[in-house]
T-cell receptor, first 115, second 111 residues
């Protein structure tokens, strides 16, 4: 089955620093990848849609200058949280799909803690 | 705007006690309805995709059904390892490949 790898699985950083999270599709080409954020006991909230070779599309209320997304190849998308603050602490999850209508497969998430 | 509502929010079951989870949705043209299982600290794990009303899919103790307004996830004779959060999501052409998620149902199966 389709496998999506996300790295790191957890990271602790100091306030003001930047953190990069990688999302890779291991056995298929992902023209589109999605980045979600999840707070404890809540569902997934879509942050942005990442299309290979073009700019990401951000959901309303998501700061594009704070959450930088790069989708440089069909198998890799990155999310960089810039100038992180404690309120950015959350569980970030990526997903990928090869074609419309096919199920999205998710990475195992990254737990970000900003101190 | 696409909307997905799951009920109940939480469900406590005794091992072997069958039950159903509900996912109600409103969407402009359903491309697919997806069920996922999520364990704590992990990403969602794909379970089923349903495309049209009347469709049913089964996997072990789980069975998903779909009508024009809602989907049910039936858990038959659950075991403690079925404890997880079950997420329902819809995909619509107007929204591209984006999934709109419901709030999830946290299921706890006690031995």
């Amino acid at each position: 089955g389709a496998v999506v790898s996300q790295h790191p699985s957890w990271v602790i950083c100091k306030s003001g620093t930047s953190v990069k999270i990688e999302c890779r599709s291991l056995d298929f080409q992902a023209t589109t990848m999605f980045w979600y954020r999840q707070f404890p006991k809540q569902s997934l909230m879509l942050m942005a849609t990442s299309n290979e070779g073009s700019k990401a599309t951000y959901e309303q209320g998501v700061e594009k200058d704070k959450f930088l997304i790069n989708h440089a190849s069909l198998t890799l998308s990155t999310l960089t949280v810039t100038s992180a603050h404690p309120e950015d602490s959350s569980f970030y999850i990526c997903s990928a799909s090869g074609q419309g209508g096919s199920p999205l497969h998710f990475g195992n998430g990254t737990r970000l803690t900003v101190t | 705007e696409d909307q997905v509502t799951q009920s109940p929010e939480a469900l406590r079951l005794q091992e072997g006690e069958s039950s159903s989870l509900n996912c109600s949705y409103t969407v402009s043209g359903l491309r697919g309805l997806f069920w996922y299982r999520q364990d704590p600290g992990k990403g969602p794990e794909f379970l089923f995709t349903l495309y049209s009303a009347g469709e049913e899919k089964e996997k072990e103790r789980l069975k998903a059904t779909l009508t024009k307004k809602e989907s049910f996830l039936h858990i038959t004779a659950p075991k403690p390892e079925d404890s997880a959060t079950y997420l329902c999501a819809v995909q619509a052409p107007a929204a591209g490949n984006k999934l709109t998620f419901g709030g999830g149902t946290r299921v706890l199966v006690k031995p």
